[in-house]
Nanobody, 126 residues
Framework: VQLQASGGGLVQAGGSLRLSCAAS????????VAWFRQVPGEEREFVAT????????DYADSVKGRFTISRDNTQNTGYLQMNSVKPDDTAVYYC????????????????????WGQGTLVTVSS
């Protein structure tokens, strides 16, 4: 499956932004979806993940209570709603997908994913 991330931009601290991850070449309903982010010079880090069914989710501690991951399998799209953003959230955000047979599996490690979007830049001003 090919992924296209979008929705990044410049936002003030305390504001909100919604990222989208559009899939093509496959049915996203068969894939676990996740978001990672990366700051230049640092490792790509896990942000959030959602199971195929949407019923299981997990978040990095740094974004819990502020970010919400979701998906619309009928639209072949995943989302990351970012609220109460902070300057530390500034990064390039990547969506990722991994094919799994079980509908309730979630994945949090980079190595578990073999499909990646191109990244979308989020900049939070203070």
């Amino acid at each position: 499956v090919q992924l296209q991330a979008s929705g990044g931009g410049l936002v003030q601290a305390g504001g909100s932004l919604r990222l989208s991850c559009a899939a093509s070449g496959g049915a996203l309903r068969n894939y676990v979806v996740a978001w990672f982010r990366q700051v230049p010079g640092e490792e790509r880090e896990f942000v959030a993940t959602i199971s195929r069914s949407g019923g299981h989710k997990d978040y990095a501690d740094s974004v819990k209570g502020r970010f919400t991951i979701s998906r619309d399998n009928t639209q072949n799209t995943g989302y990351l709603q970012m609220n109460s953003v902070k300057p530390d959230d500034t990064a390039v955000y990547y969506c990722a997908a991994a094919w799994r047979t079980h509908s309730n599996v979630i994945l949090t490690t980079r190595g578990s994913f073999n499909s990646w979007g191109q990244g979308t830049l989020v900049t939070v001003s203070s």
